[in-house]
């Protein structure tokens, strides 16, 4: 670190600051002061420093900071001379109050060139600012430009933050550098543990900051204290002979709410773990933030561990306070769930009859029996039990009538599996209830069974279908129908299982099937499966993009899909990953280039283009390695085609490159004599072809 560069500490201690909203704003007030320095011309040395928080507090912590700015040039442009000087070259006043301006003399101004002739300038060279004069500013701003919606107004004055603010520290090497910031002067004072350690923290340098706070009971270092709550809750686990189930939303939740960790191992009742797990998970994750262990075999035990912001001297009394928390919780899970299997499932699918799904799509049993006849019809052309599939889509929505539901919302599904197999449904049909839900975020995968993925598919069918009926297609961020990520599940679930389906008959059963829904004056108009399809296709776009598909790749075998509409998305997924390998290739570039041209020259052609070359008229050797070598590639692609073996497609026909050039090189295809041309026309038109088998590859071409 040079000898002008000192270390920076800034502190901004408040209330309890928002827990999900708290990573975000410790990295945007990071970003202000950084950029604020950079505006400014301060050098620093970032390092490995980022952004430091605990509930109460956000800081940065910067390991060298320039003392002061570079020297500040500064040059200001004045009058034209034929302004600033009369007929005798005397100054004018326009040119006297600009030196006055200045605070120079006329005399002592620089004269510039530009395109509209000679003009004076005002050059001057200033002492750059100490960094301590300029660091009050550079965090008012940073304090300013956090994404704060609701900020809160505190006391009798206007300020307004996240949270009422309460000390600010602001160290540039061992100095304090004076500022007022939302009502606080700038110390060296920081704050420990509210319970813990109740008093002020000297804090004499900016390197001394962790480990003082460390000593007064808070880690600020977030991802120190993210350690040793995993560190924590995976011992106490062990300790009750299973092993924690660490959500990381829920982890990054408790970093969030908690300074100085501890985990406090608990337990409840074993009777309730004949309520669905997945019920209690999230009553404890979800509502509590505790961390559920399991057992060896990764079954819900009867332990989860809490984590206190306190290492408290009677663990004992926090234990039984996280235990009496979930008991009425769980016994309400319990309740519902014993209540709910004594109506059953086909009281419940009784009621669905008296609930709306959509005013123009009729009631959710309407939209069951939809399910139900598309998942009978995938279900025949994927060798799956048609009749398994329509008792599964049968029952896939009892449990929206269900109690356990009604609580848990996030069961859908889950407690249906359960209802299911509990009433002796085959395994495979309480499953596939679970499921239909699959993908249900992001990253989550697919159905894993075959009868699961059918009556996924199905299900995202007639949501598709149903949503763009009744006019409900996204527009901007509306989209209550959640088509988008019904589209994209529908299309993973094709691929990923690999399904070979023609799309367009789905999309078409899917159309038919909400078109013959009847609601009186409100019936849905039948959608348009070429929007459909289009639109599942969009979101392909980003869906590829993030496995490094280029677009150009995209699109070229969305060329090729468009003019094969029946093609499955499994065919088309082989297309992608095939050009993808193809365009690795070094001859991608230059055949991809060919067929460009090709197909330029083609589309300018007068009359139909034959399909079959005459030997008889080449007149070039050019010509006739061509034409040799595309027979002979055809021949070798033609059962390749045929495997859709589409990897060694492409590789075969790059070995075309050679004959390519060399006929481009040496051959007029415009030829004078018109039976030639339209010869050497036909021989691009079959090279062009067989070219484009796979994917329009012209569309690698820049």
């Not at 262990?293 to 079954?299: E, I």
Request: with cysteine; charged share 25%; hydrophobic share 45%.
């Amino acid at each position: 670190m040079g000898a002008t560069m000192q270390p920076l500490l800034v502190e901004l201690g408040t209330e309890e600051l928002p827990v999900k909203a708290l990573p975000g704003l410790a990295q945007a007030f990071f970003d202000g002061v950084i950029d604020g320095l950079a505006r400014r011309g301060v050098a620093f040395e970032r390092g490995e420093a980022r952004p430091l928080y605990t509930p109460r507090r956000l800081a940065v912590l910067l390991p060298g900071v320039a003392a002061e700015q570079p020297e500040q040039s500064s040059e200001v442009l004045g009058p034209y001379l034929n302004i600033a000087l009369d007929a005798d070259g005397q100054p004018t006043r326009a040119l006297q109050g600009f030196a006055a301006k200045a605070g120079v003399e006329w005399t002592a101004l620089d004269k510039v060139t530009d395109n509209k002739g000679e003009r004076f300038v005002h050059r001057s060279v200033k002492p750059g600012a100490k960094t301590a004069d300029l660091l009050g500013e550079v965090v008012a701003e940073a304090v300013a430009a956090m994404p704060i919606p609701k900020p809160m107004r505190w006391g009798d004055h206007e300020h307004a933050f996240a949270r009422p603010v309460h000390w600010l520290v602001l160290l540039l090497g061992n100095t304090v550098v004076d500022a007022g910031l939302l009502g606080v002067r700038s110390d060296r004072m920081s704050r420990g543990h509210r319970f813990m350690h109740d008093k002020p923290v000297w804090i004499g340098a900016p390197g001394d900051y962790v480990e003082s706070l460390r000593g007064a009971k808070v880690l600020v270092d977030p991802d120190e204290r993210r350690a040793r709550i995993v560190t924590e809750v995976e011992a106490a686990a062990r300790t009750a002979g299973g092993r924690a189930r660490i959500d990381d939303g829920i982890l990054g939740e408790v970093n969030g709410l908690t300074e100085w960790p501890s985990a406090v191992a608990c337990s409840f009742d074993a009777e309730f773990l004949a309520v669905p797990s997945e019920a209690l998970v999230a009553t404890m994750e979800a509502n509590q933030k505790f961390f559920p262990v399991l057992d060896a075999d990764g079954r819900l035990s009867e332990h989860f561990v809490g984590i206190a912001n306190i290492e408290s001297k009677d663990a004992a009394e926090v234990r039984k306070g996280y235990e009496r928390v979930i008991r009425p919780r769980f016994a309400d899970a319990k309740f519902f769930f014993v209540e709910d299997m004594k109506q059953g499932l086909a009281s419940m699918n009784d009621g669905l009859a008296t609930v709306t799904y959509q005013k123009q799509l009729g009631s959710v049993a309407d939209k069951v029996a939809r399910v139900a006849t598309l998942a009978e019809a995938v279900a025949r052309q994927v060798g799956v039990d048609p009749q398994r599939a329509r008792r599964a889509a049968q029952l896939s929505k009892a449990d929206l009538q269900s109690r356990l539901v009604g609580e848990f919302p996030e069961l859908q599904g889950i407690a249906g599996r359960y209802y299911a197999a509990v009433e002796n449904e085959p395994v495979e049909v309480a499953n596939a209830i679970d499921e239909a839900y699959m993908p249900r975020f992001g990253g989550d995968a697919i159905a894993p069974s075959r009868l699961g993925q059918v009556l996924a598919i199905a299900e995202r069918l007639d949501t598709l279908a149903g949503g763009f009926a009744a006019g409900l297609k996204p527009t901007g961020n509306k989209d209550p129908f959640a088509l988008r990520r019904n589209a994209l599940g529908l299309a993973r679930t094709l691929i990923e299982a690999e399904l070979d389906v023609p799309l367009d008959a789905l999309l078409a059963a899917a159309r038919d099937g909400v078109g013959a829904v009847q609601v009186g004056k409100d019936a849905a108009a039948p959608a348009d499966a070429g929007q459909l399809r289009e639109f599942v296709f969009d979101r392909l776009r980003g869906y590829y993009a993030e496995q490094g598909v280029t677009p150009q790749q995209f699109e070229a075998v969305l060329a090729v899909a468009d003019a094969s509409a029946d093609g499955s998305l499994l065919d088309f997924d082989r297309r992608v990953r095939a050009i993808a390998e193809f365009a690795k290739l070094p001859e991608a570039e230059a055949l991809a280039a060919a067929n460009k041209r090709s197909r330029n020259i083609l589309r300018k052609a007068e009359g139909v283009v034959a399909d079959t070359v005459e030997p008889a008229l080449m007149t070039e050797p050019a010509e006739r390695e061509l034409a040799e070598a595309v027979d002979t590639a055809i021949a070798d692609t033609d059962p390749l085609l045929a495997a859709r073996d589409y990897v060694a497609v492409l590789g075969r026909l790059a070995r075309l490159r050679p004959q390519v050039d060399a006929f481009f090189d040496a051959v007029m295809v415009n030829a004078d004599d018109a039976a030639v041309r339209d010869n050497r026309l036909a021989l691009l038109k079959r090279l062009s072809d067989r070219l484009g088998s796979v994917a329009a590859i012209e569309h690698l071409s820049i």
